[in-house]
Nanobody, 124 residues
Framework: QVQLVESAGGLVQAGDSLSLTCTASTRTFTDYNMAWFRQSAGMEREFVAV????????GYAHSLKGRTTISRDNAKNTVTLLMTNLTPEDTAVYYCAAAPKGFLTQNMGDYPYWGQGTQVTVSS
């Protein structure tokens, strides 16, 4: 069992950068690949980024590649999402998710563990 808690998002200005951190409560953090998803109002939840258990591999949503970085600290049981040059279209609830280690996946259904989400609002 894995419990995930995201750091507070908040209100930021367009053009700003934002870092979100997810902390996992588990003794076996390295048994999991970690990912971020987001959901805008009225939209389906979408994949943002994924990182392998060893941090050796990452994957990004094509539309966000270049201004999104995912990283993890296995000593601290944390995974961090850094987004730069934010726009109002990045306004969403951001979720951290964990999947048993294996191939990296963008499929929500492959992630059995989810955080409660944190709201990020980008003003123009």
């Amino acid at each position: 069992q894995v419990q995930l808690v995201e750091s507070a998002g908040g209100l930021v200005q367009a053009g700003d950068s934002l870092s979100l951190t997810c902390t996992a409560s588990t003794r076996t953090f390295t048994d999991y690949n970690m990912a971020w998803f987001r959901q805008s109002a009225g939209m389906e939840r979408e994949f943002v980024a994924v990182i392998s258990w060893s941090a050796g591999s990452t994957g990004y949503a094509h539309s966000l590649k270049g201004r999104t970085t995912i990283s993890r600290d296995n000593a601290k049981n944390t995974v961090t999402l850094l987004m730069t040059n934010l726009t109002p279209e990045d306004t969403a609830v951001y979720y951290c998710a964990a999947a048993p280690k294996g191939f990296l996946t963008q499929n929500m259904g492959d992630y059995p563990y989810w955080g409660q989400g944190t709201q990020v609002t980008v003003s123009s």
